[in-house]
């Protein structure tokens, strides 16, 4: 091979070998830059939300309400800020809930009222009653049952010749309300017990149970499935009001009924 062909050859290979090393020194240089991260700071305001899911009838406290940071961008006019409503918290003590709230909801106006407005009267179907009846843990399911539960409703009366008895005068019936209280046992622990039970009645149970407190010695709330939602809950023990023979008037004493005579 001729000399300068060899000269030639060398001196490619030199380039090749520097452009080599120069590249892999550029892509070092590189990877060894340090990278700096971009963060978009997203502006954000405190939103009112439940603490724990809030059923039709529940009242609102500290205990169930709580500050969420929210995106402002996402931030619906229907919630309630800490930028509009600092105090919200604490105005809000006692409110009723209209329409069910779920844990980590934010809290929409329209879903709760004062509770000086008429709440009842606004999530009653047309056609029913609400009617208000006395109740202690021992009577409603050790203290378990919250509004919009089914129940059936179990009279139990004192009868001079057989003792006590017990009938169920009402089956399937919605709990609207619970009007809770703090009860603390002996060992200091506090618990939330409804001391007054309001239920959706059409004017005919209405009618049952107010025949049924005054014969009764206490009236006892049974807990139903939630599968039961769909079974009827018009019905009752009519028997209380018009007796057998459909039209006699009837006088309570002391729990037991008498028919006196035939009504006009």
Same mark, same amino acid.
């Given at each position: *091979?001729?000399?300068?062909?060899?000269?030639? *050859?060398?001196?490619?290979?030199?380039?090749?070998?520097?452009?080599?090393?120069?590249?892999?020194?550029? *892509?070092?240089?590189?990877?060894?830059?340090?990278?700096?991260?971009?963060?978009?700071?997203?502006?954000?305001? #405190?939103?009112?939300?439940?603490?724990?899911?809030?059923?039709?009838? #529940?009242?609102?406290?500290?205990?169930?309400?709580?500050?969420?940071?929210?995106?402002?961008?996402?931030?619906?006019?229907?919630?309630?800020?800490?930028?509009?409503?600092?105090?919200?918290?604490?105005?809000?003590?006692?409110?009723?809930?209209?329409?069910?709230?779920?844990?980590?909801?934010?809290?929409?106006?329209?879903?709760?009222?004062?509770?000086?407005?008429?709440?009842?009267?606004?999530?009653?179907?047309?056609?029913?009653?609400?009617?208000?009846? =006395?109740?202690?843990?021992?009577?409603?399911? =050790?203290?378990?049952?919250?509004?919009?539960?089914?129940?059936?409703?179990?009279?139990?009366?004192?009868?001079?010749?057989?003792?006590?008895?017990?009938?169920?005068?009402?089956?399937?019936?919605?709990?609207?309300?619970?009007?809770?209280?703090?009860?603390?046992?002996?060992?200091?622990?506090?618990?939330?017990?409804?001391?007054?039970?309001?239920?959706?009645?059409?004017?005919?149970?209405?009618?049952?149970?107010?025949?049924?407190?005054?014969?009764?010695?206490?009236?006892?709330?049974?807990?139903?499935?939630?599968?039961?939602?769909?079974?009827?809950?018009?019905?009752?023990?009519?028997?209380?009001?018009?007796?057998?023979?459909?039209?006699?008037?009837?006088?309570?004493?002391?729990?037991?009924?008498?028919?006196?005579?035939?009504?006009?």
């Amino acid at each position: *091979m001729k000399p300068a062909r060899l000269i030639v *050859m060398a001196i490619a290979l030199v380039a090749a070998v520097a452009a080599g090393y120069l590249i892999l020194n550029i *892509m070092g240089q590189a990877n060894n830059a340090p990278v700096r991260e971009v963060v978009k700071k997203v502006r954000t305001d #405190s939103v009112l939300v439940a603490s724990s899911s809030l059923p039709i009838g #529940s009242r609102l406290t500290e205990a169930n309400l709580d500050w969420q940071e929210w995106p402002e961008d996402s931030v619906s006019d229907s919630f309630i800020t800490r930028s509009t409503r600092p105090d919200a918290v604490g105005e809000l003590e006692g409110s009723i809930v209209r329409l069910p709230v779920f844990e980590g909801e934010p809290l929409r106006t329209e879903k709760i009222v004062d509770a000086g407005t008429r709440i009842m009267s606004s999530i009653l179907p047309s056609g029913k009653r609400a009617v208000s009846t =006395g109740i202690s843990v021992e009577t409603s399911a =050790g203290g378990f049952i919250l509004p919009n539960d089914r129940v059936d409703v179990i009279m139990v009366r004192n009868s001079d010749d057989a003792g006590f008895l017990t009938e169920t005068i009402l089956e399937n019936i919605r709990v609207l309300a619970i009007d809770q209280r703090i009860r603390e046992d002996e060992d200091g622990k506090k618990t939330a017990v409804g001391s007054t039970a309001t239920l959706e009645l059409t004017p005919e149970q209405a009618k049952i149970i107010a025949v049924a407190q005054q014969m009764a010695s206490r009236l006892t709330l049974a807990l139903r499935s939630v599968a039961d939602v769909q079974d009827p809950d018009t019905g009752g023990a009519d028997h209380l009001l018009s007796g057998e023979d459909g039209g006699s008037i009837q006088l309570i004493r002391s729990g037991q009924i008498i028919n006196v005579g035939a009504a006009n």
